[in-house]
């Protein structure tokens, strides 16, 4: 027996899956692709000028044994957006409080980094850098 699920359904079960604050530098929903027949999730980066060696695109398969590995996710924040902002970013401790401080980095004119901006909402100490 064939059992159809609604897509969005499955969306919303996976939102909730994806927890970690790293899913904070790419787009909410990732692109759900098959790739030699196997299931791969495609996180799309948010930077706007994306360093990735492998371009904006982070490849998360799931027939493997680590489906929920961030690893990939990591390593690509830490090139694209750097080590401090990724640490200040788990400062956060909050996916909420996390998107707000990159969509208001986004939307507004904001002089400082985005360090500063991340270390606000999560009642850190702001650093300032002369750069």
Known sequence: M?????????????????????????????????????????????????????GRLVCQYQDTSDTKSTGNLCKHAKVCWGKNTVKANDDTKDVRSARQALAGLKTTSVNGSITATFEQFAKGKVTYSHR
């Open 2 to 54: 064939i059992r159809l699920v609604n897509l969005s359904t499955i969306l919303e079960h996976l939102l909730n899956d994806w927890t970690s604050l790293i899913y904070v530098f790419f787009q909410t929903i990732p692109d759900i692709e098959y790739i030699n027949r196997r299931l791969v999730y495609v996180f799309k980066c948010v930077a706007k000028y994306c360093k990735g060696c492998h």
